[in-house]
């Protein structure tokens, strides 16, 4: 059977495969892309690693950085990237989990300084197999999930 | 070690076992009386965004004695904070007049948020839930000055271990130094699971029990208590049931060995009966008059006036 493509391929740019659904809008936050030109967004795919669906993000004209990509990490590690060029795949970037965190994650602790006292987000890496990352501030571990990186 | 001078004290977890060592050995000095006048020309601020007297006047007596100065807020209802000034901008303006800031908040983080945003070096008297370093030293010193080390020992919590900031901070630090540690608890007061994690992937041999006797059995050199407090209960018939488990008398103590110390990071209610308080075993009363030593060794390194 031919594949059929339901969303469009790309000339330039980054193209984000095996995305958990529903999570391509928060991997959209969390990269800050909302205003980043042109960008197709396709939510639950069927997909053989994911029950839920996959969702694919193609970003065009844009070649995000190692510490974009790997900004994913921390949502979908098994997340695939793919640098275009020329309609061509000229990079399958691997990704992995960034050791210091600044900006993205909420801390999920009501009485962090954080939340409490506008302290700038900051989370070190404490895990690695599990996800988990431990606030600056209040000092707790957290597995990272998609309410931390959801809330502003 | 990282020098201390000019150095914020936030959390035990930015503690490396030299500098502990580098504390408690300092605090020896203090105590002994070969340091002193280490602060003459130093003023120290106390900013206490919630009270806590103990604590404040351990720190206003360890600059006194050190020959320093102090100021500050012992309740922030007087302070501009009351009119709307941002945490950040009262750090900002008081560290621009001290020589270094000693900081009580009831916000977790609030300490390492004003040591980013000072100029001069913050001490945290309790953030929160998180953490009260100047306890873990002074738990430290007391250990080492009545033990003669800090390693090589068996030590026992006992009480709250689930909420308990004090014996949470304690672990990490006693874990630096190669100790067998037993805790000692109701279950729903157990010690959390990701500081048994931390321990096991540390090595350190630990044991988890629910009952007193045996605890008995374990040869304890130091036995750590700490009160249960009756809000974590929704029964109050189970808090008594709880706190008449775990409580200190004379006979506990000849059970657990008439070496045993009996610490306590106070105050008491009565998970220690009086009759305690006059056996050798008891050293709480000297663990808190060693927070005055101890203060004076840190608020002396952090500024330079020791070294």
Known sequence: MTRAYKVYSIENGTVIDHIPTPLALIVIRILGLENEGIMTIGIGFNSEKHPRGKDILKIENRELSYEETDKIALIAPDATINIIKNGEVSEKRQITLPSEVRDILTCPNPNCATNKLGARKHFLLENRDTVTYRCVYCERATVVNADMLASK | MISFRGRSIVSIRDMSQDDLTKVVET??????????????????????FEPST??????????????????????PKA?????????????????????VMVIRHPVEGAARMASELSGTPV?????GANQHPTQTFLDLFTIKESLGRLDNLKIGMMGDLKYGRTVHSLTDALAMFNNELIFISPPSLKMPEHILKELDDANIRYRTISDLEEAGKCDLDILYVTRIQKERFGDPQEYEKVAGVYRITQDTINMLGKDIRVMHPLPRVDEIAEEVDSMPNAIYFTQAHNGIPTRQALLGLVTGGLN
């Open chain 2, 27 to 48: 605090a020896d000095l203090v105590k002994r009386g070969e340091l002193s006048g280490f602060l003459n020309g130093k003023t120290v601020a106390t900013l206490f």
């Open chain 2, 54 to 75: 103990r604590t404040r006047l351990s720190f206003e007596s360890a600059v006194f004695k050190s020959g320093g100065s102090v100021f500050g807020i012992a309740n």
């Open chain 2, 79 to 99: 302070s501009s904070q009351s009119k709307g000034e941002s945490f950040a901008d009262s750090i900002r303006t008081v560290s621009g007049y001290c020589d």
């Open chain 2, 123 to 127: 001490v945290n008297a309790g953030d």
